[in-house]
Every structure is written in C-alpha cells, then in structure tokens.
C-alpha cells in the first residue's frame, strides 16, 4: 500500500509540474483543480498514516502459536534446579503456570507475568535468564533495566515516542524488539524504580496482551512474551506475610497487600501479574556453598579444566565472605572466587591440567592440585 501510495504521489507531482511548465492547466480546465485534489488527497492519507490511525485496520503480527503450543518449561526443570540454588519451589510453581500459558497461547493474552520479590542476589534476574535460555535460545532476553524508567516521558521510550519527536523512527525500547521477534522473554529489572505513569502503561500491555507503537502506530502483539519483573522492595512485609502453611490463593492476595502497602506499586498493577508473586528470599549456608561450588565448576571449565573434587575448606570460606558481603547476595562470592583462584588457574593451566581438585594451603591461598598426571 505504501508503495502505491509513493507512485501516486510522483505521478501527482509530475502532472503539477508539466502542467505548469507546457501550459495545459489553460488548455484543459479541469486538469489544474484535477491535480489540486489529488495532492491534497495523498496529503490527507500521508497525515492518517503519520498519527497512526491509518494503521487501525492492521493485524498485530503475531507469533507462531503452533511452536508455543509445542514448547514446555517442564523438561526443563531438573536443569534449572541445578542452575539455580535453593528455590525449587519456585521453579516448580514457574513451570506449571508457565506450562498451563504455553498451552494457552493465543492473541490478547501473554504467555504469563511473574513478579519476583526478594535481596538483592538471590537468583531473580537469573531465573528470567535461564527461563529465556530454556524456552528461546535463539534469541536473547529483552533486558528493561526499569531505572532507566523514572520519568513520566518514559512511558515514550517504551512505546516510541510520538511522530516527528526526536528518535521516534527507532520506536520503543519494549515495543520495536518485540516486532522485530513477537517470542520472548521481557524482564522487568527493578520494576519498583520506574515512574507510576510507566507501571500504567505496562498495567495495559499486561492487560491487553497488545499496544500500538506511539511512533509508527504499528500493533504490538505480545502473545509470544514471557514478561518477569524483579523487586528488591516489601521484602520484610512479604516475609512477614507469607508462610508455607498457607493455601496458594491466600499466600498471594497476602503478597499482595503486603507489596501494595510500600507505596510503590499499585494493586490492581500487581493483581496483573498472573503468574503471582514469588518471594526468592537468601539462600541458607549450604545453598551458598553449593552456588559457590558450581561457580568454581563452572570457571575451571572455562579454562578446559575439570573440577572433580573440592575441598570442604574452600566452600567454608566462601560461606563465610557470603556472611560478609550479604547486603549484596551471593552475587558477590562470584567475584570473590575468582579473585581468589585466578593465580591458581594461571599455574595449573601451564601445566596442562585437565582433572584437578581444589584446596587451601597453609597460607590460606587456594591450591588447584592434579587428579590425574599432567
Ligand atoms: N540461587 C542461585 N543459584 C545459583 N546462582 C545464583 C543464585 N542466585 C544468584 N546466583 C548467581 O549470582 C548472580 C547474580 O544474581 P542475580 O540473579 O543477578 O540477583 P538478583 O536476585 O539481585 O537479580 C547470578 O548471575 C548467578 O550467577
Ligand atoms: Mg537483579
């Protein structure tokens, strides 16, 4: 259509301009109203366009809702219970509901909306990241790091600013990504950060399941969206609020309240994270020593090295620096290890390890000894 429109507007301008240059607008009469008219039709239809309601009639284009129906979160688990520590509950509850939104998938519904309170530390931007990695490995989460959102304008960087606003042929931070691929993971990072104009406008895409772009006036189907919001905040009235004893329905409306009652988010805003709120609350000792133990494994692999054993001492020392740095979660103890073990690594890696185990020497340096002969 558009391209029509483009042939139409030359053929317009050309007659203008023979018309002119050769004298027929007094030859023939009716050309030069004739050519009036059309222009100022092609000037109507450009103006529709621009603010968006020429685009009323268009279809949001949506995913492929044959694949999502084929997709299932539940295979998945065991491998998400290795990656991520101490919240196997969680990750059932993730599964089913997310499983029961797979099924469902269709236009003006979201695959699901979960809200993930807790420290800071704790596994919530993770989880989105391995629930992206399970679902969609092909493409990457669409990462909305929400203090970037404080300011009512914002509500425009989301959706595209209006036409002719400086930056709007770049559309919206959710809205131009999630054209460019309708199946995907939507976090939400710190969601208590952004302005309440900005919860607003995510209260309707979550309700809706659908927007239209501000700056391009194109449908947004978010039908293939898997959106997760993570929060620091409420976290001592969420925890004084829920209990494992209580029934599901009840445990939620209480999250609720709880939340509401920060001031920082809207009830009927949160009532639309159907997928509820979950609370992923510090990781006890031993889930610290095991992330620590996975983190080790992981790290070694990168340098072509298996860990097979390590020692008790190693994991008790990563436990204690936790204690230490617990405002920040076991984040931290990540960058705590490394620093620890990069000496390590660099001798066993000259010396050609490939099976090793961990210890601590006297010093207290940590020590990457051979399983295996070199
Ligand atoms: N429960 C956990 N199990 C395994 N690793 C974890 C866990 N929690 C955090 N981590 C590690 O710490 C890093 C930071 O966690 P993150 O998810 O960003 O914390 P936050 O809860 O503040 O969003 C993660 O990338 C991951 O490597
Ligand atoms: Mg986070």
Not at 24 to 47: S, T, Y
Not at 315 to 335: D, H
Request: charged share 25%; with cysteine.
């Amino acid at each position: 259509m558009d391209q029509a429109l483009g042939m139409v507007d030359e053929v317009v301008g050309l007659a203008g301009f023979l018309g002119a240059a050769f004298g027929w607008f007094q030859a023939v009469p009716w050309l030069a109203p004739a050519v009036f008219i059309a222009a100022l039709g092609v000037m109507a239809w450009r103006v529709w366009k621009l603010v968006g309601l020429g685009a009323a009639a268009d279809e949001a284009p949506g995913p492929d809702f044959k694949r999502l129906q084929s997709l299932s979160v539940r295979k998945f688990v065991p491998w998400l219970k290795e990656n991520l520590r101490g919240h196997d509950a969680i990750i059932d509850e993730i599964a089913e509901i997310l499983d029961q939104g797979l099924a469902l998938a269709k236009q003006g519904r979201t695959l699901g909306a979960f809200f993930l309170a807790g420290p800071t530390g704790t596994g919530k931007t993770f989880i989105a990241q391995l629930l992206s990695q399970a679902l969609f490995p092909e493409s990457e989460p669409l990462v909305l790091r929400m203090n970037q959102f404080k300011h009512p304008d914002d509500v425009f960087t989301l959706i595209g600013p209006p036409p002719g606003v400086r930056g709007f042929e770049l559309g919206g931070a959710l809205t131009r990504p999630v054209l460019e691929n309708p199946c995907r993971v939507v976090l939400l990072d710190e969601l208590e950060k952004a302005h309440r104009d900005v919860h607003h406008c995510l209260y309707d895409i979550l309700d809706t399941g659908q927007c239209r772009e501000k700056s391009s006036g194109r449908p947004v189907s978010f039908a293939g969206c898997l959106f997760v919001a993570t929060s620091n905040a409420g976290v001592e009235e969420l925890r004084a609020a829920g209990d494992a004893e209580q029934d599901k329905a009840a445990r939620q409306g209480r999250f609720l309240d709880a939340l509401a009652r920060t001031g920082l988010f809207e009830k009927p805003f949160l009532a639309r994270f159907t997928g509820g709120i979950l609370l992923m609350d510090e990781l006890d000792p031993l889930r610290v020593a095991e992330v620590a133990c996975l983190k080790l494994a992981r790290r070694l692999r990168e340098y072509g090295m298996d860990l097979v054993f390590t020692s008790p001492a190693v994991l008790l020392e990563a436990v204690q620096k936790n204690e230490e740095f617990k405002g920040y979660g076991v984040r931290q103890i990540g960058a705590y290890l490394e620093h620890k073990t990069d000496g390590a690594i660099a001798l066993a890696r000259r010396e050609g390890r490939k099976k090793v185990s961990l210890d601590i020497d006297a010093s207290g340096r940590i020590t990457i000894n051979p399983v295996d002969a070199p």
